[in-house]
Structure formats: structure tokens, C-alpha cells
């Protein structure tokens, strides 16, 4: 039977200076009570060894020990360590108290945003975690606390605090690795409330619970394959930063609409009254998905007019705005191959605003998401739009041969396969000829 505590006095003898004032919790590695300094005058958290044990010590001074050594808002502080004052006491250890409620307590679910900005903090307090040589080994609902500065603060000024490090221990290769693994199906689980297992058992992507880069981040994290995953902690946190950065960029970039409404207005309304043949019943049938493609289309031509212009970096912004709409809308719809193709022609068309290395890897998660073109009810389309993503691979990666060539071979695959389904279409024939032009030349045209 497990020993029971009371919950307003302490089940040690300590220092006069603190007073119970309750218990919160108690685990394998020791009881946790909320008590007031009265000589600070501030209400602080006490843990307790759960038993006088070298076992039991050594979790504790180790705990405090990684407390003291990193400083991180995602890490609960320690104040003191308290050495047993009788034979029958405990070592103690005083640490800040987190006003607020578990994580696994949470009754309502976080936006996309708040989410990724939550699992982005606590990455960052690992991450300190890790280059002090210490991992954390235990990253779940239960041992995280959201802090809140008051009862009804808003949800996005909550921060998630990490308040167990009980089995923290010097950190390994493997260990390092659980934390990221840890932390990636935190992150999932708030997004979805599934576990990775289902995860990859029914792909997120296409039934867009998520945005498909976040899906694909999450992915990697929990990849099976070593060489896929992400090599440290500090490459997750890049990811999830890069992410929480272009979410601003788009709402600056709403920001910026609203203030010159006029013209936003204008171009979103002339997509829209083009595509709409009577007003009559415009704004009743105008759904989340027609919303996704006139945005992903207005930011589109935006960016191609801003980079014409010279504007190179205003032009990136509205890119990257585009791309999230596009990412979005193929999220919600994965078996439309229309906004596959316009996705896929608006990166072919965005070598003067990202980087080589950038656009290969847009256009390799933009095949991954294509995935098989017989799904499709136009095939022979769906092997065009295949084969100029392949083709547009290969001139990226000129330089590098053993790429160029199969890319170059999986270009002409596709295309073949669309002109033997469809051998009269001119565009499919011209783009036959591109391929075997620049197969010809080397892949130096």
C-alpha cells in the first residue's frame, strides 16, 4: 500500500522560515508541496526526497544541480537545497511555484499557433538542456505546466514550464533522441490528439487536420530511419521557429492588406467575380477552400509583380504568404489536381526569390504530396505537372550530375507516361521535346 501524506503539513521537519500551505502532487521520485516564505514573503514549491534513500538524494541534488545550471522560462527555477535537519528528515529542494494547471488539464484546445509556439519554447529549454550535457528522458502532459500570469489570461500569453527533471540524466546519442521523439509527439498529440503510432498509420497531410509543413516536420522527428531524423534538438527548434516566422510574415502581411484595403480589395474581387459567373448567391458559396486559392492566388501575382519590380525581399514575403495558402489548400483538398499544378508552377516560377536549395526541397515535399498520378481523374495531367517538377529538379541541381540524371530520367518517364495516355495535347509533346533537348545538352541549356 503506498504511504499516505497529509496535505497541509509537510512529512519532514524543515525550516520554521516555510509554511505548508498544500500538497500538489506526488510521483515514484518524491511529494511536492505548495508553501510561503515568509522571510521572501513569496509562495514557492518544496520537493521532498520520497525517501531518505542515496537513490532518492541523488535524483534530487541532480535535479537541482540541471535547475541551477540552465536559465530558460521553460525550466522551473530552483532557489535552495535543504540538507535534512534530523536523522528521519529528507533532503529537500525549494523551487519557484507555477501558478497554473497541467498541460494533461488543458480543456480546450490550443490554436495551431499557440500550440507550435508552446512546443517551440519548451524545445528551446531542452535544447539548453542538452548543451549542458543533461537530457530529460520524461517529456509528457503530465510534467508540464502551463504559466499563467493571471486566472483569465489569454491562452497565447500562457507559457508551458517543465516542473519534473526528476530522471534527467547526463545526456547520449539515444537520449538526445528521445527528448526530440518526446517533444515531436507532444506536439502531434496537441495538434490531434493521436499518438505517432496512428500517425503514420493514416496520413494527416491529406485529411488536414494540420498544415503539411508541419506534418512533414513532424515526420522527420518521428522517422524510423536514423538518417532522416533530425540530428539534434537545436534542428527542431530551427524548424519550429522558421514556422512561427512565417506565420507572423502572413499576419504582417494581412496587416499591411488591410491598411491598403483599396487595392487588396480590387484584386481579391476581381479573382473572385472571374471565377463567379453571378453575384446572386457569391458570398453564401465562398467556402475556407475558395478563401485558401484567392489568397494563394492574389499573394502569387503579388510576389511575381513586387519581383519584377526589384523588390526581392517584399516579394519573398508574399511568397512564402502564397505558399502557406497553397500548402493549406492541398491539406484540405489532396485529390484536386489543380491546385497541385499551381502550387507546382508557382515555385517553378520563383527562381529570382528563394534559393536552389530552397526550391529543391519545396518541389521534393510538393511530389511527396502529389503522391500517385493514377489517383487523379486526369492521369495524363497529373504525369505533366509530375514530369515538369522532375525537369525542374534537374536544373536546380545542374551541378551535381548523379541528380541531374535522375531527375532528368524520371521527368522523361512521367511525360512519356502522359503522351501514352493523351498522345494528341501539344503541351504534353512540348514538353517531351524540352526533356530530351536538355538530356541531349548535358543539362547545361
Not at 528521519?88 to 494547471?101: A, H, N, Q, R
Not at 512564402?320 to 489543380?338: C, G, M, Q, T
Not at 528563394?354 to 495531367?381: K, R
Request: net charge neutral; charged share 20%; glycine share 4%.
Amino acid at each position: 500500500m503506498a504511504e499516505e501524506h497529509p496535505d497541509t503539513t509537510f512529512p519532514y521537519p524543515i525550516p520554521a522560515r516555510y509554511r505548508c500551505i498544500r500538497l500538489l502532487g506526488q510521483g515514484g521520485s518524491g511529494l511536492v508541496y505548495k508553501a510561503h516564505d515568509q522571510r521572501l514573503n513569496r509562495n514557492v514549491a518544496i520537493k521532498f526526497a520520497r525517501s531518505p534513500s542515496i537513490v532518492s538524494r541523488h535524483r534530487l541534488v541532480n535535479e537541482a544541480r540541471l535547475l541551477s545550471s540552465v536559465d530558460h522560462p521553460a525550466l522551473c527555477r530552483v532557489f535552495d537545497v535543504g540538507e535534512p535537519e534530523i536523522p528521519s528528515s529528507s533532503l529537500f529542494m525549494v523551487l519557484e511555484y507555477i501558478e497554473g494547471k497541467p498541460l494533461s488539464k488543458l480543456q480546450k484546445s490550443m490554436s495551431v499557433y499557440d500550440t507550435v509556439k508552446v512546443v517551440h519554447s519548451l524545445t528551446e529549454g531542452v535544447c539548453l538542456m542538452h548543451e549542458a550535457g543533461y537530457a530529460h528522458n520524461d517529456i509528457n502532459l503530465h510534467n508540464i505546466m502551463l504559466r499563467v500570469e493571471a486566472e483569465n489570461a489569454p491562452q497565447h500569453n500562457k507559457e508551458a514550464v517543465l516542473v519534473d527533471l526528476s530522471i534527467a540524466a547526463p545526456s547520449s546519442p539515444a537520449s538526445i533522441q528521445r527528448d526530440i521523439y518526446q517533444l515531436s509527439s507532444l506536439l502531434l498529440f496537441l495538434l490531434t490528439k493521436m499518438k505517432p503510432e496512428h500517425f503514420f498509420q493514416q496520413p494527416i497531410t491529406y485529411q488536414g487536420q494540420i498544415p503539411s509543413n508541419l506534418s512533414r516536420m513532424i515526420k522527420q522527428a518521428l522517422s524510423l530511419e536514423p538518417n532522416s531524423r533530425f540530428r539534434n534538438c537545436d534542428d527542431l527548434r530551427q524548424e519550429l521557429s522558421s514556422w512561427l516566422n512565417r506565420y507572423q510574415s502572413k499576419k504582417r502581411i494581412f496587416k499591411f492588406a488591410a491598411a491598403n484595403v483599396t487595392v487588396a480589395a480590387i484584386i481579391v474581387l476581381i479573382f473572385v467575380f472571374l471565377r463567379e459567373p453571378t453575384t446572386e448567391h457569391l458570398f453564401e458559396s465562398y467556402s475556407t477552400e475558395q478563401n485558401h486559392y484567392e489568397h494563394a492566388l492574389v499573394f502569387a501575382h503579388y510576389s511575381q509583380h513586387l519581383a519584377n519590380d526589384g523588390y526581392t525581399q517584399q516579394a519573398a514575403d508574399q511568397a512564402e504568404s502564397a505558399l502557406i495558402h497553397f500548402d493549406d489548400l492541398i491539406s484540405d483538398r489532396p485529390n484536386k489536381l489543380n491546385y497541385h499544378g499551381k502550387r507546382a508552377e508557382f515555385i517553378l516560377n520563383s527562381e529570382k526569390l528563394f534559393s536552389n536549395a530552397q526550391l529543391t526541397t519545396m518541389l521534393l515535399n510538393a511530389i511527396n504530396e502529389f503522391g500517385e498520378t493514377e489517383s487523379y481523374d486526369d492521369a495524363p495531367a497529373a504525369h505533366y505537372f509530375l514530369a515538369k517538377m522532375y525537369l525542374g529538379l534537374a536544373r536546380l541541381n545542374s551541378e551535381q550530375p548523379h541528380l541531374v540524371e535522375r531527375w532528368k530520367g524520371s521527368a522523361a518517364h512521367s511525360i512519356n507516361a502522359a503522351i501514352k495516355h493523351r498522345p494528341d495535347v501539344d503541351r504534353y509533346r512540348e514538353l517531351h521535346s524540352e526533356i530530351r533537348q536538355y538530356q541531349s545538352s548535358g543539362g547545361t541549356d
